[in-house]
């Protein structure tokens, strides 16, 4: 290690830092997804895990900035060219961190605001959306200039997750409960952003073939999918239950009664 280059050193220091972040996003991912929703645990398992994607993706740019700047050095381990490793590691992991913050941001502020939708068109929020775009945009270019199906293909889930997030905000006629299933998807997104990149960044040092595999790549999105989908479907049944209940309940005729009829 080259200690007086400026870009290597906090390189490895943003490292330590995301992976410790970044595990307690992997373990505390699913508090809330195992507790009662609403109660207390999973409120407070919510916010660590939210906290801790939000530090994690912050890393992430610190480190995708290092290798953008110097990709040979930051990553001698990878025997690929200073394009490649620029691209994935550089491009593609800055994309993918700033989709982390996206979500678990976006996530949050559903759930806070779930009276008040307004506020979540906050600057932030929108500049968030903005970035998301932009990084995705880059991302494909990238891998369209590296011929690299892998950064084509994950870049969809930023176009989707901002299409999706701008319709919830300007929504002409939000339903009662498109903030739960926003928070959902986002929040599940998140953690489908870190074990990917657990998973997929990781197997570099220990299986370097499987690195680029998209088959690799796609096994935490299938499985977020799968429970966004299962609680978002759990969430709309409870709905339209409760809706049924209530109609049946106003309709419901008089309760009989035994007081004298007054002729």
């Known amino acids: 290690m080259v200690w007086f280059d400026p870009f290597v050193v ?41 906290f801790s994607m939000l530090v994690t993706g912050s890393f992430a740019i610190c480190m995708s900035v290092c290798t953008i700047i110097d990709p040979i050095t930051t990553h001698p381990h990878v025997h690929e060219s200073a394009e490649l490793i620029r691209g994935i590691f550089g491009w593609m992991m800055l994309y993918l961190a700033i989709l982390t913050i996206n979500l678990a941001w976006y996530g ?18 929108l500049v968030l959306q903005a970035l998301l775009l932009v990084a995705a945009v880059n991302c494909a270019w990238q891998g369209w200039l590296l011929r690299q199906p892998l950064m084509l293909g994950i870049s969809t889930i930023g176009f989707a997750t901002v ?25 599940v997104g998140a953690g489908i952003s870190v074990y990917t990149a657990f998973s997929a960044f990781g197997a570099v040092r220990l299986m370097p073939e499987l690195a680029l595999n998209p088959v690799f790549w796609s096994i935490p999105l299938v499985i977020g999918l799968a429970l966004i989908l299962y609680h978002q479907r759990q969430v709309i049944v409870a709905h339209r239950l409760g809706r049924a209940k209530r ?3 106003s309709k419901a005729p008089p309760p009989a009664t035994d007081a004298p009829l007054i002729t």
Not at 108 to 125: I, K, L
């Open 10 to 50: 906090p390189f490895h220091y943003f490292v330590v830092a995301h992976i410790l972040t970044g595990s307690v996003g992997l373990l505390g991912f699913w508090g809330p997804i195992v507790t009662r929703k609403g109660a207390m645990a999973h409120r407070q398992t919510g916010r660590v895990f939210t």
């Open 108 to 125: 949050w502020m559903c759930v806070r605001n779930r009276q008040r939708r307004d506020a979540n068109r906050s600057p932030f929020n």
């Open 163 to 187: 299409a999706t997030n701008m319709w919830f905000l300007y929504k002409p006629q939000p339903s009662a409960i498109d903030w739960l299933l926003e928070h959902i998807k986002a929040l």
């Open 247 to 249: 109609r049946t309940t």
